[in-house]
């Protein structure tokens, strides 16, 4: 177990930058000490994939990252055959006048890892951090294949026969959930949902990771997204979107917001034109007056 306490862990994603609250940091002790994959849910941009990536770099260890999309099939995430080396092979036999035979053109010489296979080979003194992150973008298919390497983290390969991780490594899932993820997947993972941070909370994150911005800059950011997030907005920003808006301000020497500086950088906020015309002009001004 790489960390004795819950305490140690939320110390060490601090040092990485990332501020875990105490249910998060027990839910990724608790996958680490039972060795089970933890399944991340959550609006886009509250911190889901940093988690794997602020884990990884405490563990000193590799991140390997399969992003999910539409479409996504084994070849992609788990191996694919070098065709080009296949072919250069049989073009080597026949040269010397002997015939190729399937077994000599589907070895592990011939096997292109892709993300899945590589956790599971993995040969390193500690386990990797296997993120595979928007879950939900892929296809209903594609998550039941899941279900083999999250039980057993092996992989049948039909050429060459079974392969299983010496090692189980750190899985870590995310979803935004544009759609529901099967139950069958749920139930072999720990479950924990990120929510929108608090004011101490953000304001905490945005003193982490930008020590230098001002102060009263911070706390205006802090709170003018706050009260943007309840407004009717197609896609509320997240805590990315904070840290964007707060760099920007920031990069343009404001120690303090007003209507004009706001209004002129909320591309870096909000991200659907619909949402910058609610918010920008009179509700900007409105917003800034109950800071």
Not at 53 to 81: F, M, N, P
Not at 85 to 108: C, K, N, S, T, V
Not at 138 to 150: G, R, V, W
Request: proline residues 4%; aromatic residues 8%; glycine residues 4%.
């Amino acid at each position: 177990m790489p960390f004795e306490s819950i305490d140690d862990l939320e110390v060490s994603l601090r040092d990485q930058l990332y501020l875990a609250d105490r249910g998060l940091a027990t839910s990724i002790f608790l996958s680490l000490k039972l060795e089970r994959p933890l399944f991340l849910e959550g609006e886009a941009g509250v911190g889901k994939t940093e988690v794997a990536k602020a884990l990884a770099s405490s563990l000193d260890t590799q991140l390997i990252r399969l992003q999910c999309y539409e479409g996504l099939d084994v070849h992609h995430a788990v191996y694919e055959w070098n065709y080009t080396r296949q072919m250069l092979h049989i073009r080597m036999l026949e040269a010397r006048g002997e015939r190729p035979e399937e077994q000599d053109l589907f070895g592990q010489e011939f096997l292109l890892s892709r993300p899945l296979l590589q956790a599971i080979e993995w040969k390193g003194d500690r386990p990797p951090v296997l993120l595979i992150d928007e879950l939900d973008r892929s296809d209903e298919e594609f998550e039941a294949f899941l279900l083999e390497i999250l039980s057993e983290f092996q992989v049948t390969i039909p050429e060459i026969g079974t392969i299983r991780a010496e090692r189980r490594p750190i899985a870590i899932i995310t979803s935004n959930r544009t759609r529901e993820v099967h139950d069958a997947l749920k139930r072999r993972c720990l479950y924990h949902w990120i929510d929108y941070p608090s004011f101490d909370r953000e304001f905490e994150i945005l003193r982490l990771r930008l020590p230098e911005a001002p102060e009263r800059l911070t706390q205006q950011v802090t709170a003018f997204v706050q009260k943007v997030r309840e407004e009717d907005l197609y896609k509320m920003p997240g805590v990315a979107e904070t840290l964007d808006w707060a760099e920007a301000l920031w990069a343009l020497d404001q120690e303090q917001l007003d209507p004009e500086i706001v209004d002129n950088t909320l591309g870096a906020l909000l991200k659907y034109q619909d949402d910058v015309l609610k918010v920008r002009g009179s509700e900007t001004r409105k917003i800034l007056a109950e800071l």
